[in-house]
DNA sequence: GCCAACGTTGGC
DNA sequence: GCCAACGTTGGC
């Protein structure tokens, strides 16, 4: 793990929380993740790193980006202190969302770890991954 | 609503 | 420590 800009992606289910909420809230604490794997990857975010903002259920897309306002602490309502927070604020919205069928398709895509392992619910992107997803949702 | 993937739990 | 059973997530 070097210096170089990182990047994430983090999943939600819109109804339980969306990007727009996101937005009106301008910002909110990322908690509640109960998985190892993903507690791995919110204890690697640093103030700063970007994020891909992802609403799974119907209509599976990135719909927005996001940025990293404060690194990991543990999380408050889990008492095992096993797990992590971290906080994360909105950046803007993609001018059109990034379905998944869509980067299931793209074979430069295929290796996304939203792809190979579908429920882990943090996970890294490449500089090339980000690349082409904001390519394609129109922004940059 | 169904099923696959995968993490966790608990009996042994 | 192994593994079967079970629960949860998420795509379709």
Redesign the pocket.
């Known amino acids: 793990m070097g210096s170089e800009a990182r990047y994430w992606l983090v999943?939600s289910?819109p109804d339980t929380y969306s990007f727009d909420e996101l937005v009106a809230d301008g910002g909110a604490v990322w908690d509640g993740v109960?998985?190892?794997?993903a507690a791995l990857n919110l204890r690697g975010m640093r103030v700063g790193d970007e994020v891909l903002f992802?609403h799974?259920?119907?209509g599976?897309a990135v719909v927005g980006l996001a940025r990293v306002t404060r690194e990991a602490f543990p999380d408050p309502g889990d008492a095992s202190g096993r797990f992590v927070a971290v906080e994360i604020a909105p950046v803007k919205p993609l001018a059109r969302p990034v379905t998944?069928?869509e980067i299931?398709a793209r074979p430069d895509l295929a290796e996304m770890k939203?792809v190979?392992?579908?429920?882990?619910?943090v996970s890294p992107v490449t500089p090339t991954e980000w690349k082409t997803i904001l390519g394609l949702g129109s922004v940059g």
Do not use: A, D, M, V
């Open positions: 999943k289910e109960r998985n190892n794997t992802y799974s259920g119907s599976p998944l069928s299931k939203i190979r392992q579908s429920r882990l619910s």
